[in-house]
Structure formats: C-alpha cells, structure tokens
C-alpha cells in the first residue's frame, strides 16, 4: 500500500530532511565580528578576526588570514619573512574545543601571499579554502593551496599546485612543517604527533595521497618554464596518535579495525591506560576514552600490543587486523595505585601546594609526566588545592610537600600499593612573617608565548603552588590575561595578576603592563618590537594611552650593549643613550645563581657540548658598576619560568610593601609604584628587611648622621632554608668590616625563622648607596625543589640600594667601576684570563670592626 502524506506532514519532513543535510554539509566561511563564537577552541587555538573556519560534522579548522603580520605565536616564524597567512593554524574534533596544533605549513609555505578566499562555501559537498601566491610575488613561480573538506573526513586534503611562469627552472623543498610537538615520529610513511600533554588525548597525522592523478612528490622537485605540478596530503586529527594515523591510512586504501575495552578487576574503565601498537618497528599510542575505550582503524598487519598504566606493563601481545575486520581487544588489569594528599595551612584551609617524590628501598622515582605540565611533571605533582590524588608506580617513595619559601614543608615515607590507601596528610605552617609585603615575580610564559608548550593553566597552578600572590601576565608578543584562568581554577584568593606582555625581538625584550588585551585581533593589539630599545620603550609608555603607573622593564639584559657599547666595536660609547630614563627596573637575576657578590664583571664559561670558552658577563657586577656612575633604574629578581620543572617558577621572585596582605586585593597600581621607587627585596629564598634609621627603605635616600647611618637588618628562612653570610656593600664594595658570616661573628646568626637579626652602624666619608646582601654559601634550594634545576641556586636576598646624602647636597655617585673598567664587546678569554688572574693574586682590604646591636623587636607570622 502506498502511503500518502499530508502537505503539512511532508513539509515538516522536508525541512527536517533540509536541515539534516545542512549539518551534515561542510562549511567554509569567514570569520567576522558577528560569528567569532565560532572559532574552535583549544590550548593552541591562535583564530582571529578575518580568519577561516572549515568545518563539517567530524572536524572544525582554521585557516589564517592574510592580515599584516599574521602569525600564530612569537614564534611562528621569526623574522620579516616569518609572517603565515594561508596556513592552518587549528585543527580538532568538532565540539571538542582540543586544538593542540600550533601551525601546519604545506611545503613549508611562509612569507607574504596575494590572497585568502573562500573557493568553494560546501553546498556542492565540498568546502575549499585556497591559499594564493602569484608567479610576480614569488619569484616567478605560482603557488595554491587548497584546504579541501568533505562530510565524513576527519581531516582535510590539502592539494598544493605550483606553476613555473618564469624563463628558468626552479627547484625547492616541497616537505610540510608543523609545530610544536615533543613526542612524534613516522610509522611507515605517515609522520604522526602526540599532544604536548597526553593527559590532553589529541593526535595528528598527515601523508602524501595519490589520487586524482597526482603522486607523492620527491623531497625537492625541479619546475621548468611552462611546467605545473600538484600534490596532496591528508591530514588527520583524533584522540590518539594511533586514530589520526588510522584515519590517514583509511584514505590511502583499506584498512581493519580494532577496537579495545579495559577495566580492573572490578570492572571499572581505566581512562588512564595507554595503548602502544608497534607499527613499523616504531611504537604509537591510543588512549581509551572516560569509559575505558577506544575504536580505531589500523593497516591491515600483525601488531605486537602493550598496554600500560603509571609504569605498570602486561605482557606484550600480538593482535592481527584484516581489511574491514574488528579485532576486539578485551583488557583487565589493576588500577594504578595512588597516594592521596590533605594539605592544610595552620588555619585549616586547603591550599596549594607541590609535592616530590623520591623512589626509596629500590624503587626508582616516577616519571609522572612532560617537564610544561602541573598535575605531573617528571617527579612532581603541582596541585591547585590540598586535597588531590597521584596516580604513582607500585613501590616507596619519600614525599616531600611544599607551598613556597614562606611555609614550613612536610616529609614522609609511604609505601604505594594495589591494595594500600596510602595518604599523607598534614599542615604547613606559615613561618616567616611577611606582613606589609608581597610576593612577586614579573616575568613567565605559557603556551600563548609561542616558545613554550606549558599550558596557561598550568603555569598559574605553578605560581600559586610556590606562593608567589602577585603575578603580572606577561606572555611574549601578546596583549593577555591570566585573570579568567586563575578564577576558573579557584584561585582567585592565593594569587592576583594584571594584563600585559613581554615585548620581544632580536635584541632587548621589554616586559610592561598594563595593557588591555584585544580579543581575536592580531597578538591581541600588542604593538610591534624594535631594534632599538628606546624605541620600544616610549612605544610600550605610550601604547594605548600613557598611564603613570605603567611599569616597563629589560629582561635578561645585555648590560654592555643597552648601556656601554652599543655598536659592539669593542670601545665605550655609552650605550643607548637616554635609554636609563626611560625605563623603571632590569633584571638583574633572572633564574641563576647570584653573583651580586662576585669581584669581577665577568667569568669564563665552558660550553659542555662544544668545549668552546666564552667570556659571560655578570650582570649584578655590572649593574653595581653602573649605579656608581649615575644609572638609577631598579634590580629586578624573576623566574622567566617557560615550564613547570626546570625552568619552572620559585628560584627567583621580589617582595614589595603592600597595604593588605590578601591577594585577591593587591592593588597593581600600588605594587607598580613601589616597584618604581625601588622599594623592594630580591631573593631566591631569605626574606630579608633593611631600613635605616629614620625608617628609609630600599630605593629611599636619607641623611647620614655622624658621619654615618644605622641599618636594621632581619632575615628569616623557612624551615628548609638557610643563610651563613650578610654582607653589607658600600657602593658596590664588599667592606670587610661589614662581612658577617657564621664562622666569623656565630653570635650574630640564629638557628630558628630568624636567622639574623641586627643593627649595624656603617661608617660613611662620601655619598654612598647601601645593598645588603644575605645569602647561604653552603646551602642550596635542594630541600624546595629536589631535582629541579633551582636546587643548584644558594639562598640569597638582597635590597635595591639605598641612597645616603653625606654632605647634605644630595647624592652625588662616586663613579667608581669597582677596580675594572666598564666592560664591552670583543674581549678576548685569553686577555681575561689573565686579567682575572691579576685580580685574584691582589691583597684583600685590612677589616675594621663596626658597631652592632641586636634588636629587640619580635614579629609575629603573618596570617
């Protein structure tokens, strides 16, 4: 019987039917003001305004515009020639908002190009967007490519055509470049890419595809006059290296299926596990989904299988796929043991904390993940809260638990096993007592930076898990704000921040705030570098409107080029002149060990791959130098943390005065200020106090009295710090009669949170600023950071000079170069070499005794 529908029926079908097909179809537009929700999202997703979306029910990507200076990051690529428009910059699931591709490339393709356009919308079945270099802009030779997507790839076809319209014949690379990843290889001939994080579940994987009558190219080609050549290959996006690469293989000819469940014994999915195949002697991984699964496609061959979780392996065996045949993989093994952790203040709150594990009794200490992560990274474990739980290989560990330089810290053995609930609970107690000042560090980077990988995430779960509450956002070339990140991670109580950027090129980079980012706009309307760092001084001062509390300084500086010898001919000529007033502050110790205390401008360094000396000069020394012939911008002390171990956050930070001791209410504007008056203290560790008499602190000036002034000197240390040496420098000397170490003067050092506590009378004969510098020469930061690169770092502070007025006609500086002339450019290691020689063989200056008190005044811990 043949049935009949009614109009209304039929319509209604027909419009459900429209509408199917209308999803189902794939996409190509721009990206305007109105449909900018539209951008995937991921922690590589770099879409803007004027930017393309390819997309169909499997997959969405971005194809950038040709806009100026259109670059995924800082770092895609450098260079004026290092712009990428017409290239594909995201690439996920659809709706996953994953993308964790920073840029794919097709034959390398950079530099400026004619157009961008949309060259097929998908109502035809395919969505194309092409990508368009004329034969006058490029040499001579016409260059397309067309980011091709129909209804169920996961992926696109990316066909490249180059046309030889010059007289001669060309040759080039035609091999395609993606970045970043760490952890890719090839399995045959398909390159594949694991997410920078596995925790992340992405893959990626391209080849060449014959099709159409076009072949694999060679790795260079030659074009002659009149000759066109056209290539392809696909590239896929999944859960897993392991499904990219089977979705690559699938539009290269038949393929099987495999499909796998894994639980424990109590038939819960285990999520964690990873998957290894080995495929053409290389090994690539499929993780399963929050159900213990995962369904992928794989060449038809024999693969040999192991399955993995936290260091726990069974035996390996062998699976075998047949064209358009599942082969089920069935799995049960134990969950991974797991160590649960109760981290309390002395007021019981939860908070942020990092925590170390040492294998012990044998067991080897666990690799819990990439160095750019916080919820394991090699050894460590950072947590944005007290209560957590580590997934750890089967054996005994010594755990150490920490929360910054302030707090004590917390060891304890534990034994991790399948059956054990281990857990460590405990309190770290606030120690030092900081009230009226802050913590700082002006200077990190996340993935939006271009050269790290770390999840932005995870650098904020860093600062706060080491206790830094004011941290400025300062990603390379990129207006950007942390802000969203620390409240959505619960952390807007431990840690405060203020939008602005590291301004960075092939010379001096700027760090500055604050800014106000501009969303989906090119590096967010960051301005542009410049050779010269005056220009780039007076552009950041100026950008957006001037703002006087706008704080600019010079990370890692190159000291005698910014401000000695300029053209580097090797002869003084002052530097950048007028570039002292036009900054605030330099940072004169960025992730080292201090050589505030060295009696040279300079060492000599081996490199340990090349065995080549190289003179290294010393910034601290320098700086010194420069104070006493007049520079007056301040020492800054940072991280410039790019990961969360190694070059993580903690070895380095400042502390400022502060009228709450809250973050969440820390003014920027009142912390800018006193950064620009100097008045704060660097350390790697102590907390250390300075102020004259009269109450001057660091970057004050102040009379001197009787021919001299009284400096109050504190310093505290946690429980797993400590210092031997306090050295009071007098324009920049290191006077022996204000050298107090434990050997020489045990009664003026405690053993307890205080460890020195003191007045000292400084004898003065002209106008003169005034460092102290405490430090541990014996001691390390091993305890806090185990092994990390900052363990290697002694504990050591010291204050930004104070300035003293001898004769009552204001300061003058006394020019002295601290018994070296300035450095500059050119020298010779075996000229210094033999000058550092000369220095060392000098007799040291005779020691007269200083007056010293003890005060008598108690702090409580801050609360």
């Known amino acids: 019987m043949q049935t009949l529908l009614r109009p209304a029926l039929f319509s209604l079908a027909l419009s459900i039917a429209t509408c199917f097909q209308l999803a189902a179809a794939p996409e190509a537009f ?14 590589e997703a770099d879409g803007i305004i004027g930017d393309f979306v390819l997309r169909n029910r499997r997959v969405e990507a971005v194809i950038s515009a040709n806009v100026p200076l259109r670059r995924a990051n800082m770092s895609t690529f450098y260079g004026t020639n290092g712009v990428t428009p017409g290239c594909l910059y995201d690439l996920t699931l659809r709706g996953a908002n994953n993308d964790q591709i920073v840029v794919f490339t097709p034959s390398g393709q950079q530099g400026f190009v004619s157009y961008v356009r949309v060259a097929k919308d998908g109502r035809d079945g395919e969505a194309v967007i092409e990508t368009v270099i004329s034969a006058a802009m490029n040499n001579g030779v016409y260059k397309r490519h067309e980011y091709r997507l129909r209804d169920d790839w996961q992926g696109l076809l990316i066909v490249t055509t180059m046309r030889n319209d010059g007289k001669t014949a060309r040759k080039g690379t035609v091999e395609d470049r993606w970045t970043k990843f760490a952890t890719n290889g090839v399995a045959g ?25 076009m072949k694999a190219p060679p790795k260079e080609i030659e074009i002659k006059p009149g000759e066109q050549i056209s290539f392809a290959r696909f590239l896929a996006v999944g859960t897993s290296p392991a499904e990219a690469l089977g979705v690559v293989a699938a539009q290269r000819g038949a393929v099987g299926y495999v499909s796998a469940k894994i639980t424990n014994p109590q038939r819960e999915p285990l999520p964690t596990v990873r998957v290894w195949f080995s495929i053409s002697g290389k090994n690539i991984v499929a993780y399963p989904d929050a159900l213990g699964k995962f369904k992928i496609q794989l060449p038809p061959d024999s693969y040999e299988v192991e399955v993995e979780d936290f260091g726990a392996k069974l035996p390996k065996f ?34 942020p904390c990092k925590v170390q594990f040492k294998g012990i009794d044998g067991t080897p200490s666990p690799q819990l993940g990439p160095q750019n992560r916080a919820h394991g990274c090699v050894d460590q474990y950072h947590s944005e809260r007290g209560d957590f739980r580590v997934n750890v290989p089967e054996g005994e560990y010594e755990v150490v638990v920490t929360h910054g330089i302030e707090f004590s810290h917390l060891k304890q053995r534990v034994r991790a ?3 054990i609930g281990a857990s460590v609970k405990g309190t770290l107690i606030r120690l030092v007592d900081t009230r009226g000042w802050v913590s700082a560090d002006y200077h990190n980077h996340s993935t939006p930076s271009g050269d790290n990988t770390c999840g932005t995430d995870d650098r904020i779960i860093n600062l706060a898990a080491e206790h830094i509450e004011f941290a400025p956002t300062t990603e390379h ?49 960051a301005p542009v570098w410049s050779k010269d760092p005056r220009i780039t001084a007076v552009t950041l001062r100026n950008h957006q409107g001037e703002n006087p509390d706008r704080w600019i300084q010079i990370n890692h500086p190159d000291m005698v080029e910014n401000f000695i010898d300029r053209d580097g001919d090797g002869r003084e000529d002052g ?8 900054i605030d502050g330099v940072e004169t110790q960025n992730y080292s060990t201090a050589q505030i205390l060295s009696k040279a401008p300079f060492t000599i360094t081996r490199d340990i791959r090349t065995g080549k000396e190289s003179v290294n000069y010393l910034r601290e020394f320098i700086w010194l130098q420069l104070l006493n ?26 502390y400022m005065p502060s009228s709450t001791d809250e973050p969440a209410l820390i003014d920027w504007k009142e912390n800018s200020r006193n950064a620009r008056a100097g008045r704060s203290i660097l350390t790697s560790g102590p907390f250390l106090e300075v102020k004259t008499e009269d109450g001057t602190l660091a970057g004050g000036q102040t009379r001197a009295i009787g021919g001299g002034v009284k400096l109050r000197v504190k310093v505290q240390c946690t429980d797993w710090l400590d210092i031997d040496r306090v050295q009071v420098l007098v324009n920049g000397r290191q006077r022996a009669d204000l050298n107090f170490t434990r050997a020489s003067h045990p009664e003026f050092f405690q053993n307890g949170v205080v460890k020195f ?23 390390d930061l091993s305890i806090g950071y185990g092994t990390s690169g900052q363990a290697k770092i002694k504990p050591c502070a010291y204050n930004n000079p104070i300035f003293v007025d001898v004769d009552g006609g204001g300061f003058t500086p006394n020019g002295d170069t601290l018994g070296w002339p300035l450095p500059v450019k050119k020298l010779n290691v075996d000229e210094v070499k033999k000058q550092l020689a000369n220095a060392d063989a000098k007799p040291a200056a005779p020691a007269s005794a200083p007056e010293i008190k003890k005060s008598t005044k108690a702090g409580k811990a801050k609360k």
């Not at 991670?489 to 001096?508: C, D, N």
């Not at 530097?575 to 036009?582: K, N, T, V």
């Open 30 to 43: 721009e990206i305007g003001p109105d449909n900018k929700d539209q951008l995937p999202r991921g922690k």
């Open 189 to 213: 001939d398909i390159t594949w890419a694991d997410a920078e994080d596995p925790a992340d579940k992405c893959g990626y994987a391209y080849a060449w595809i014959e099709r159409d009558g």
């Open 318 to 351: 062998i699976r075998t796929v047949k064209v358009g045949e599942e082969e089920k993989i069935s799995v049960t093994m134990f969950s991974a043991p797991a160590i649960f952790f109760d981290i309390r203040d002395e007021l019981g709150k939860s908070i």
């Open 417 to 419: 096993g399948r059956h």
């Open 477 to 525: 070339n990129r207006l950007y704000d942390w802000r969203p990140h620390i409240e959505r991670l619960g952390l807007a109580r431990e840690i405060q921040t203020v939008s602005g950027m590291e301004l960075t090129g092939g010379g001096a980079h700027f760090n500055s705030f604050p800014f106000t980012p501009e969303p989906f706009t090119q590096d967010n309307g």
């Open 575 to 582: 530097g950048f002149l007028g570039l002292p007033s036009l």
């Open 629 to 654: 012939r007049g520079h007056r911008y301040w020492g800054m002390a940072v991280c410039d943390a790019h990961t969360v171990y190694g070059n993580g956050v903690g070895g380095w930070r400042m």
């Open 757 to 779: 506590d003191r007045e000292i009378t400084v004898p003065l004969s002209q106008d003169s600023h005034l460092i102290v510098v405490a430090i541990g020469e014996n001691s």
